[in-house]
């Protein structure tokens, strides 16, 4: 059974940075994208940044040049650097993992991250 693991969510400060981390268990075969997203209230999931497998990296324009996304094949874990953070940045944070073959969603549980003025 695959489960991915959310952690390093919390309360900071205008300016500061948080790490997210994603560690997944289980198999996962035929990867196509590793995610995260994010989730205000009264809004709609959103894609902060994705590694896409043979392909380039994307991030939304409102946190690019703050937030880096990056993969450690070695733990099965997928982190999410958040630098210079904004109360607008305030969300519960999923991670997520594509497959193509066949296609799925997984995701994770979430972790709420709190940007405080």
């Known amino acids: 059974q695959v489960r991915l693991v959310e952690s390093g969510g919390g309360l900071v400060q205008a300016g500061g940075s948080l790490r997210l981390s994603c560690a997944a268990s289980g198999s996962i075969f035929s990867i196509n994208t590793l995610g995260w997203y994010r989730q205000a209230p009264g809004k709609q999931r959103e894609l902060v940044a994705a590694i896409n497998m043979g392909g380039p990296t994307v991030y939304a324009d409102s946190v690019k040049g703050r937030f880096t996304i990056s993969g450690d094949n070695a733990k099965n874990t997928v982190y999410l650097q958040m630098d210079s953070l904004k109360p607008e940045d305030t969300a519960v944070y999923y991670c997520?993992?594509?497959?193509?073959?066949?296609?799925?969603?997984?995701w994770g549980q979430g972790t709420q991250v709190t940007v405080s003025s």
């Open positions: 997520n993992i594509k497959t193509g073959l066949p296609p799925y969603d997984y």
